[in-house]
């Protein structure tokens, strides 16, 4: 007997996420916007915010590098009924489509997409770290991320607000150290 309708399927909930965006090469706001169509036209993704594109200068392993090209950086709020390794899987092919090449760490790229958190969860392993254990040191993060919501917190770490406010005291404290040395937009890393 053949089933009158659909097998029954358990349906995942969604779950809120945030992904940071960054493009340092090629036609930067282009990318971003066409990598963003490709994320809320992904099945099991909604996207519900973005934030406005900030320019910031590169980090590098070394530090800042005012040579470098800048990026534009950003984030998107997304809903997601993936779970986390799925979605950094579809975050790397949308890199891969926008012509991300790998060639060395924190290298200039035509599109970088970081998971950052994905509600309160927790993941160490050899493919995803959440929270990206980078995301507290840096500027271009946090500031858009606040932008789209204020409330925002990082799992374990706290608020958002306080944890940028720690990060412009501290630079604010290098500044002064580095006498007049100009200010990095890109956070510390
Ligand atoms: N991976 C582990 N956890 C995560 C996560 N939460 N989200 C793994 C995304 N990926 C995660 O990433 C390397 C590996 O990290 C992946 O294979 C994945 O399995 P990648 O994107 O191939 O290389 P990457 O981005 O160069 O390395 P990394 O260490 O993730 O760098 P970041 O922290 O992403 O920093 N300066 C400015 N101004 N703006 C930027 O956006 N970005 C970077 C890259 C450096 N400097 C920058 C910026
Ligand atoms: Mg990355």
Redesign the pocket.
Known sequence: MSPLSPRPQRLRPFEPAVVAF?SNLGDREATIRAALDDLAATPGVRLDAVSSFLE?????PHGIDDLAPR?L?GVAMISTALDPHAL?AE?QRIEDEHGRV?RE???DRTL?L???AMAGRRVDDD????P?P?AAERR?VLEPWLEVDPDAELPGLGRVDALLARLEESREGRDVAASGREADE?GV?
């Open positions: 960054g910031t200068t590169a980090v590098r990026y950086n950094l975050l790998r760490r924190w290298g970088d970081d998971l950052i493919r995803l770290v959440l990206h980078r271009f890109g890393s």
